[in-house]
């Protein structure tokens, strides 16, 4: 069986004892002083039944309290609203009960007026029976302050401890608490630190992708630079060889003849004149070939 279904069980047990003795405090209080002879029968006072009754109610209160911190940890729906509806139940038996104390006690205060209207008769009537009566009296009242006085001390020193129980549970409920949370947030920063890992990680990484992708561009930058030198070196090259071709063409032009008007009848050989006055022929060096080096 589940530990939490067992304790239920328990706080039900504990609660069907508590509520039939409080019930016999609470019948005790209502009898109290109906008789002179149940007056000296009874060995409790009217303040201890009262105590008593009274200790009785905290401890219902406090099966009430425990049983509602553990009907929603019950494993079945079922069960916790069986649990529910119990504590509802628990709640009105308690109020009934108070109830009951508060006329008990009306109607022990009026048994008690009678019975000392009846020991103020018979004390008034003399004789030996009335002077043994009154000094019963005085011993017995006596002895009732005496043990009224002590176990007053002793009830509120159960009450005190019953409170301080009361406040270690509390202050463990709490304890537990805390170590809940506290075991929480160290999983959650466990996570979070693996998750900073991963992220330190990945940027170490883009930090040396980005210090590569740095020194490639600029040994493209240089390799494209050293290119357009070299085209440009060799543009300016043919560009001075084409300017010397056409500086030697238009220096052999300005060599040719000129013809005159007369030349024809004195009778001088044309050609021969064109070929002796002709420009030699000058041939170009061409000791690299000439092409487009783009």
């Given at each position: 069986?589940?530990?939490?279904?067992?304790?239920?069980?328990?706080?039900?047990?504990?609660?069907?004892?508590?509520?039939?003795?409080?019930?016999?405090?609470?019948?005790?209080?209502?009898?109290?002083?109906?008789?002179?002879?149940?007056?000296?029968?009874?060995?409790?006072?009217?303040?201890?039944?009262?105590?008593?009754?009274?200790?009785?109610?905290?401890?219902?209160?406090?099966?009430?309290?425990?049983?509602?911190?553990?009907?929603?940890?019950?494993?079945?729906?079922?069960?916790?609203?069986?649990?529910?509806?119990?504590?509802?139940?628990?709640?009105?038996?308690?109020?009934?009960?108070?109830?009951?104390?508060?006329?008990?006690?009306?109607?022990?205060?009026a048994n008690m007026r009678k019975a000392?209207?009846?020991?103020?008769?018979?004390?008034?009537?003399?004789?030996?029976?009335?002077?043994?009566?009154?000094?019963?009296?005085?011993?017995?009242?006596?002895?009732?302050?005496?043990?009224?006085?002590?176990?007053?001390?002793?009830?509120?020193?159960?009450?005190?401890?019953?409170?301080?129980?009361?406040?270690?549970?509390?202050?463990?409920?709490?304890?537990?608490?805390?170590?809940?949370?506290?075991?929480?947030?160290?999983?959650?920063?466990?996570?979070?630190?693996?998750?900073?890992?991963?992220?330190?990680?990945?940027?170490?990484?883009?930090?040396?992708?980005?210090?590569?992708?740095?020194?490639?561009?600029?040994?493209?930058?240089?390799?494209?630079?050293?290119?357009?030198?070299?085209?440009v070196s060799k543009r300016i090259g043919?560009?001075?060889?084409?300017?010397?071709?056409?500086?030697?063409?238009?220096?052999?032009?300005?060599?040719?003849?000129?013809?005159?008007?007369?030349?024809?009848?004195?009778?001088?050989?044309?050609?021969?004149?064109?070929?002796?006055?002709?420009?030699?022929?000058?041939?170009?060096?061409?000791q690299r070939p000439m092409h487009d080096?783009?």
């Open positions: 069986m589940d530990e939490v279904v067992e304790a239920v069980e328990k706080a039900k047990k504990e609660w069907d004892e508590a509520y039939a003795k409080t019930q016999e405090h609470i019948k005790a209080i209502e009898n109290y002083g109906k008789s002179r002879e149940e007056k000296e029968k009874s060995s409790n006072s009217l303040q201890r039944l009262n105590g008593l009754a009274q200790d009785g109610l905290n401890l219902l209160n406090s099966l009430h309290l425990k049983l509602d911190l553990l009907a929603p940890q019950l494993p079945t729906s079922d069960q916790v609203q069986s649990t529910q509806s119990l504590l509802q139940s628990w709640k009105k038996e308690c109020n009934n009960l108070r109830l009951s104390l508060r006329n008990a006690n009306l109607q022990a205060k000392a209207q009846e020991e103020r008769e018979l004390l008034l009537g003399g004789g030996e029976e009335s002077t043994i009566r009154r000094r019963n009296l005085q011993t017995k009242a006596g002895m009732t302050s005496a043990a009224e006085s002590i176990t007053e001390s002793l009830r509120r020193t159960r009450q005190l401890m019953v409170q301080e129980v009361e406040r270690n549970a509390s202050t463990l409920m709490t304890f537990d608490e805390s170590a809940g949370v506290l075991r929480k947030a160290e999983s959650e920063y466990k996570g979070h630190r693996s998750l900073l890992m991963r992220t330190r990680n990945l940027l170490s990484t883009m930090q040396r992708q980005d210090i590569i992708d740095r020194v490639i561009l600029v040994l493209g930058l240089i390799l494209f630079s050293c290119a357009v030198l070299y085209v043919l560009l001075k060889l084409q300017r010397q071709v056409t500086a030697a063409i238009k220096a052999g032009m300005a060599r040719q003849p000129e013809i005159r008007p007369g030349a024809a009848e004195d009778g001088v050989n044309l050609a021969q004149v064109y070929r002796d006055n002709a420009a030699p022929n000058m041939e170009v060096p061409l080096e783009l």
